[in-house]
């Protein structure tokens, strides 16, 4: 069972937006501002999307979002696009106690 | 252009301690923290543990007993023991790079990662 609570499955038709949520605690994503978000296709690996809670590395698109309510951190995905269809994890800093924790995964898929 | 490279055996015996090494191509290993991360097959990932050049570590709690993440900074090499494996550690092994210099819960480069089986 993961630390952070994901859904297991989100959708949406192209160019609709879509929200993925992932629940932890306070200490985690209730307690630090250092929440990721990670895209994954089949067979390749994890890409960095969102770090920092909301801040997106270079070359990750707009399109790409995210924030934090309490113990609940979002990615939005806004006009979907076929190649947005991957899995994807949150993440957070969990303290000196636990250091790293990961959501269940979120399979998106565009309809 | 930085890239990273895991290499071991793709089949363990139970019991037996699995083995990985992760080559770093294009950046001074000194840099950064470098983390192992797993996923099982059609599962999340899940955080191993990281180190820094100067030997200092830290693993998941979970796999702790069981893990050492250790480097070899003349060969650019960061490794990974796991002892006592059982079928539960079969998992795609994956080794990561920090995104900026200290964050190593921010994991921006990834390798192509490695299967490895546990068979009994």
């Known amino acids: 069972q993961s630390a952070l609570t994901q859904p297991p499955s989100a959708s949406g038709s192209p160019g609709q937006s879509v929200t993925i949520s992932c629940t932890g605690t306070?200490?985690?994503?209730?307690?630090?501002?250092?929440v990721s978000w990670y895209q994954q296709h089949p067979g390749k690996a994890p890409k960095l999307m969102i770090y920092?809670?909301?801040k997106r590395p270079s070359g990750v698109p707009a399109r790409f979002s995210g924030s934090k309510s309490g113990i609940t951190a979002s990615l939005t995905v806004s006009g979907l696009q076929a190649e947005d269809e991957a899995d994807y994890y949150c993440?957070?800093?969990?303290?000196?106690?636990?250091?790293?924790?990961f959501g269940g995964g979120t399979k998106l898929t565009v309809l | 252009q930085v890239q990273l490279q895991e290499s071991g055996p793709g089949l363990v015996k139970s019991s037996e301690t699995l083995s990985l090494t992760c080559t770093v191509s294009?950046?001074?290993?000194?840099?950064?923290?470098w983390s192992w991360i797993r996923q099982p097959p059609g599962k999340g990932l899940e955080w191993i543990g990281y180190?820094?050049?100067?030997?200092?570590?830290n693993y998941n709690p979970s796999l702790k007993s069981r893990v050492t993440i250790s480097v070899d900074t003349s060969k650019k090499q960061f490794s990974l023991k796991l002892s006592s494996v059982t079928a539960e550690d079969t998992a795609v092994y994956y080794c990561?790079?920090?995104?900026?210099?200290?964050?190593?819960?921010?994991?921006?480069?990834w390798g192509r990662g490695t299967l490895v089986t546990v068979s009994s």
């Open positions: 920092e809670v909301a």
């Open positions: 180190m820094y050049h100067n030997g200092n570590t």
């Open positions: 306070r200490g985690d994503v209730g307690g630090y501002d250092y």
């Open positions: 993440s957070s800093y969990a303290g000196i106690s636990n250091f790293v924790v």
């Open positions: 294009g950046d001074s290993i000194t840099s950064s923290y």
């Open positions: 990561t790079k920090d995104l900026t210099p200290g964050s190593y819960w921010y994991f921006d480069l």
